[in-house]
């Protein structure tokens, strides 16, 4: 077998998921004001999968106090796919 050149690093293992509060979930508003859709999914589990996620709703940024993050430029069938494969 032929060697690419490429070496790949080793991933970090993230520490397993806590157990769920039913409660603590956040929303995801996906596309623009008019057409939008608010898509709803657990707190921990878009925080544990994306970094961005995780930096918005654990800051004292408005998205860290509502709870809310608006993806205005994703469609919302879009933002379901990266809530469902996550």
């Known amino acids: 077998m032929a060697s690419t050149g490429r070496v790949e690093k080793p991933r970090a293992k993230k520490p397993p998921l806590k157990k769920w509060n039913l409660q603590d979930t956040v929303t995801i508003r996906a596309g623009d004001a008019a057409t939008g859709r608010d898509l709803i999914a657990h707190r921990d589990l878009a925080?544990?999968?994306s970094p961005v996620f995780k930096a918005?709703?654990?800051?004292?940024?408005i998205e860290g106090e509502t709870q809310k993050y608006t993806l205005e430029d994703v469609s919302p069938a879009v933002a379901r796919l990266l809530i469902h494969v996550s």
């Not at 918005?56 to 940024?61: G, H, K, T, V």
């Open 47 to 49: 925080c544990y999968y």
């Open 56 to 61: 918005a709703f654990n800051s004292r940024f």
